[in-house]
């Protein structure tokens, strides 16, 4: 029975069946934290074999010793695993270290300091520096350009991308630099954005000769079922759309090897990616060589990124399918929340009553069911609805995050329970 069929004896009934099983969930002594998408240990298992790579077979392809400095852009034979995932030629992408949130840093720095190509100049010296953000969207991506001063404005972010009509009408203002965007199964929603959308961001008029779309590809190979989701291939419509130099792409292999050990990649035009060389050489020589070359050996081409994605599907799916069970068999009859259903990525996002979620997650804390802030998935941490949570199923025991979503899910009725007795 939904809340709103229910009398004012009948909730007050359903709060006191709640509030018991709350105080049993207390006294369990719990301690899950579902509050990062982290691979679990049994995923990080599956690429032990490079800790024992490269050996003493150090040299690349070409016969670098990657021992040494240099190679700034990073290993072709990686760079061209990548080039294909990323959809960008080879000679146009760049080779990191462990964190593509790092590129993006300075990527951001470098704009803010030095301006793009197509700056007139540096983005510090504007009167103001302001990026489209779809929500619910990325923490990280929000601390970042908080940390610098970037102005954020949400839009709604739908199932095939994010609100045209609203980032349309936002690029008409000069200040509108850029836009983070997760093209392939959306943290935390697992939208997927269409070619259609991504068409039209391509060939988006706007009032800055410099905007920038970042674009963090950070799921493209994280399926969760037997469709291999394509993305849109931003930097080409980019291209055939007089705007070459628009688009960004981001890449990593953080939850496809070792999360903390990994490589990761920018993609863009001929022209962004020596400005960002450029702007690199004076941080650094060269990247980590040496793990780049592992990696490339490990993976070996694409359908190797592939297998290995197989096997994580094996273990995080069913994780996933128990998420969305609980929800349904918990949640479904009351009409109080709304979940996403992804093909792929990382989360699942939970909508629950609106004015709930920061209590709802509170209650988790306090039952010993760490979630991540409510509100973290909007700029600010300011969720206007109160609604938004984000779930992180991967990292726990399966047991453990059966336990952790019934827990949540006790919180929310508990929580939307609370409400309609104090309105």
């Not at 080779?95 to 030095?114: E, Q």
């Not at 969207?137 to 954020?152: I, P």
């Not at 292999?253 to 450029?278: H, Q, R």
């Not at 009409?335 to 996403?340: G, L, P, Q, R, V």
Request: net charge negative; charged share 25%; with cysteine.
């Amino acid at each position: 029975m939904t809340f709103a069929s229910l009398t004012p004896d009948q909730i007050q009934s359903l709060h006191d069946e709640q509030l018991a099983a709350y105080r049993t969930l207390q006294d369990a002594g719990l301690k899950l934290d579902l509050t990062r998408g982290k691979p679990s240990p049994e995923q990080l298992d599956l690429s032990l074999e490079l800790l024992s790579m490269p050996g003493d077979e150090y040299k690349d392809a070409k016969g670098t010793d990657t021992r040494n400095y240099g190679g700034l852009n990073g290993l072709p034979e990686l760079r061209a695993i990548f080039s294909e995932i990323m959809q960008v030629p080879v000679d146009q992408v760049v080779a990191g270290d462990n964190a593509s949130l790092a590129m993006m840093h300075d990527t951001l720095v470098f704009s803010l300091l030095r301006g793009t190509p197509d700056s007139p100049r540096p983005w510090a010296e504007e009167d103001e520096v302001t990026f489209i953000c779809p929500v619910p969207g990325y923490d990280r991506h929000f601390a970042l350009t908080q940390q610098y001063g970037v102005k954020m404005v949400p839009v709604e972010l739908h199932d095939d991308g994010p609100d045209m009509v609203a980032v349309r009408e936002l690029a008409a203002e000069p200040s509108v630099k850029g836009m983070w965007l997760v093209p392939t199964y959306g943290n935390p929603s697992g939208a997927v954005v269409s070619e259609a959308v991504a068409a039209e961001l391509a060939a988006l008029e706007t009032a800055a000769p410099d905007f920038r779309i970042f674009w963090d590809n950070a799921y493209a190979v994280h399926h969760l079922t037997d469709e291999r989701t394509k993305t849109a291939d931003i930097v080409g419509l980019c291209a055939a759309s007089g705007h070459p130099n628009r688009a960004i792409v981001y890449a990593s292999t953080s939850k496809i090897t070792f999360a903390g050990s990994g490589v990761c990649f920018l993609g863009s035009s001929e022209e962004n990616v020596e400005w960002y060389l450029t702007n690199l050489g004076k941080r650094t020589i060269g990247p980590d060589k040496i793990n780049q070359l592992r990696h490339a050996r490990y993976l070996g081409d694409v359908e190797g990124v592939h297998k290995l994605m197989e096997a994580h599907r094996a273990i995080i799916a069913p994780k996933f399918e128990a998420v969305l069970e609980i929800l349904r068999d918990r949640l479904g009859s009351h009409d109080i929340a709304t979940w996403s259903e992804p093909k792929g990525g990382y989360f699942v996002s939970l909508d629950v009553a609106d004015g709930t979620a920061s209590r709802v997650v509170e209650l988790c804390r306090e039952a010993g069911i760490a979630m991540t802030p409510a509100g973290a998935s909007f700029p600010y941490g300011d969720d206007p609805r109160d609604r938004n949570i984000r779930i992180a199923p991967t990292f726990p025991s399966i047991d453990e995050l059966r336990t952790a979503i019934d827990g949540l899910a006790t919180c929310v009725l508990l929580a939307a329970a609370e409400q309609h007795l104090t309105s």
